[in-house]
């Protein structure tokens, strides 16, 4: 069985490996981008009466958010998680050149989908009691099932700006000295040819 598995993905493998397309931080870039689409689209769905009279069951119900009708009203709550979706993904755009601001986009959509994350277990009828409950999902469960896997990309985009500015703060405060050490502000270290974070 593993001859004819590796037989089948060695090729495709070093297709990869040689096109550069996996080295080149395609997968930051993608998912960078894809987040920013996301943002764009559900963002223009708020300015609309109908998005606010979907929105209902789940602003109603979800533990972190339920606050926005008493403050805002339906469509108040709608403009307001427009603006909001509207500014992160104006900010995972800025991302692509100034990771500070990518920082923050990450942090404002890792706070967006917790919140609809936590709504998950509070909405009703959210299983299928035909099928014997849960895990077999029902009404709006799917649609917030999504957010799951959204914040997880939240998350790697956090990861990976805070990183890059990490290791650009490490770079910056390197100051080359004889060949193979860098002298920091605590002393030297010999270079091992590792990114350092």
Known sequence: MNTVINAT???????LRRSGLLTRDLDYHAVR?????????FGYQKWFEYEAQ????????????WWMYPVFGIRGASWF????????????FAGFWDKRLGILGAAGSVVTFI???????????????????FPA??????FLMKDVVLLAASIYLLKQDVARIGQRSDEAAAVPTA???RKFAGG????????TF
């Open 9 to 15: 993905l060695n090729p495709l493998v070093g297709m």
């Open 33 to 41: 981008a894809s987040m920013v689409i996301i943002f764009l689209f």
């Open 54 to 65: 979907v929105l209902i069951p789940y602003i109603s119900n979800g533990p972190l958010i």
């Open 81 to 92: 998680l427009g603006v909001a979706e509207w500014t992160f993904g104006a900010l995972l």
């Open 115 to 133: 919140m609809t994350v936590t709504i998950i277990p509070f909405m009703p009828d959210g299983w299928a009691a035909s099928a014997g409950g």
């Open 137 to 142: 999902m029902t009404g709006n469960i799917p």
């Open 179 to 181: 060949a193979g050490e």
């Open 188 to 195: 030297v270290a010999r270079s091992t040819g590792l990114p």
